[in-house]
């Protein structure tokens, strides 16, 4: 079982940055890929980013790409996800997950199936 805690959310205006990062720990971190996932009100979550075991380049959201980077740090044991020329739009609850089992949903990506999940962070982006 993994332990995943974010941290970095806040408020930003429209076209700021910011950075969000994930701590993870119970489970080798460089064993398993790291995702960052949102949820707006009334929305579904859906996925933002992914990053595989090895880091390199990630896997991204149309809607994110050329926006936002992740990346991880292995000797860390964390993850970032670097979040420029924000909109309104993604104003939401970031979450972290791992391509592990967990209690919770599950969502397929091309680089694995994140069940493990962090509590999640806020970022708002005023207009």
């Known amino acids: 079982q993994v332990q995943l805690v974010e941290s970095g959310g806040g408020l930003v205006q429209a076209g700021g940055s910011l950075r969000l990062s994930c701590a993870a720990s119970?489970?080798?971190?460089?064993?398993?890929?790291m995702g960052w996932f949102r949820q707006a009100p009334g929305k579904e979550r859906e996925f933002v980013a992914a990053i595989r075991r090895s880091g390199g380049s990630g896997y991204y959201a149309d809607s994110v790409k050329g926006r936002f980077a992740i990346s991880r740090d292995n000797a860390k044991n964390t993850v970032y996800l670097q979040m420029n020329s924000l909109k309104p739009e993604d104003t939401a609850v970031y979450y972290c997950a791992a391509d592990l089992p967990g209690s919770g949903s599950y969502y397929y990506t091309p680089l694995g199936v994140f069940g493990s999940w962090g509590k999640g962070t806020q970022v708002t982006v005023s207009s």
């Open positions: 119970g489970r080798t971190f460089s064993s398993y890929a």
